[in-house]
């Protein structure tokens, strides 16, 4: 998402096709996995989360926010990690720009591709199409990670595996056998049962980049997300899944500021202020 999160759900897991062999997972610029799904522009805001125990950001674009750029030193040590959100880029523009940052390893590509607000992509067309990120990982070095997949509203689509499945299968077809390039598996997720939905993923043979999660549960007795003790119930949970799996790569909570904020996720208060439940994640031990 770039302004509201995916959705949650469950499912028996679909037959696939044959798991390609793991990669070694991509190379980051920061050692620490924990980061902010946020569009992160206020130098106070990054100096509140500062200190080592979040160390990157995504705000769903290839460039950061023009008051970085303007002033990248206010970014600290937080490194931000670039992306495609679609197939919406001229590729010589975005090949210029990485090479100019050499130091960028990964980059994030097609958010949530099965819900039709967002990327809003079938498994063909993202099949066709796909080869255009290939095409920038040859020139520029950079690892791909993606697809952002997650529980959506495509009709015949709304399970990711399924998704997946049908992605690989088109791949296959329309570019000679071949599997497509992914470094990593990108996902999104807003509910109980974190742990079980990447297990569901394991036969992708991809480490993961869980690059936005909180917990929205909704109309369901006590287990409604519904205060801020709840959250952070839920956040150390998460957080604890994404430190000791050793295939989770890099993890995002969603979100940095939102308002109303019905499932008390915001991180930030007023600008430069963490709120009871940015301060855990900021404190939450690392593995």
Not at 142 to 147: A, H, M, S
Not at 154 to 179: E, K, L, N, S
Not at 203 to 220: L, Q, S
């Amino acid at each position: 998402m770039s302004a509201c999160g995916g959705g949650g759900g469950g499912g028996e897991a679909q037959a696939s096709p044959t798991a390609p062999t793991p990669p070694a997972p991509p190379p980051a610029t920061s050692a620490v996995k924990r980061g902010l799904a946020y569009d992160l522009k206020d130098a106070a805001d990054f100096s509140a989360l500062s200190g080592g125990s979040v160390g990157w950001w995504v705000n769903w674009a290839l460039k950061p926010n023009a008051a970085v750029l303007a002033q990248p030193t206010i970014a600290g040590a937080m490194e931000h990690v670039p992306m495609l959100w679609n197939f919406d880029f001229d590729t010589a523009d975005v090949v210029a720009y990485l090479k100019s940052r050499p130091e960028l390893k990964s980059l994030l590509v097609l958010n949530e591709p099965n819900l039709t607000d967002q990327a809003n992509k079938t498994p063909t067309e993202a099949a066709a199409q796909w080869p255009r990120y290939e095409e920038v990982a040859r020139q520029t070095g950079v690892k791909l990670v993606g697809p952002a997949i997650t529980w959506g509203t495509m009709a015949g689509y709304t399970d990711p595996v399924v998704w997946m499945d049908a992605f690989i299968a088109a791949y296959r077809t329309a570019h000679g056998g071949r599997d497509p390039q992914i470094d990593a598996l990108a996902f999104h997720w807003y509910d109980y049962g974190l742990d079980d939905q990447l297990t569901r993923l394991e036969k992708y043979g991809k480490p993961f980049w869980i690059t936005e999660m909180a917990n929205w549960h909704v109309g369901d007795g006590a287990a409604q997300i519904d205060s801020a003790a709840k959250q952070k119930a839920q956040m150390a949970d998460m957080v604890r899944i994404c430190e000791t799996r050793s295939d989770v790569v890099r993890y995002a909570w969603f979100t940095g500021r939102w308002s109303p904020d019905p499932h008390f996720t915001s991180l930030f208060g007023t600008a430069g202020t963490l709120t009871e439940v940015g301060q855990q994640y900021k404190s939450l031990p690392r593995s």
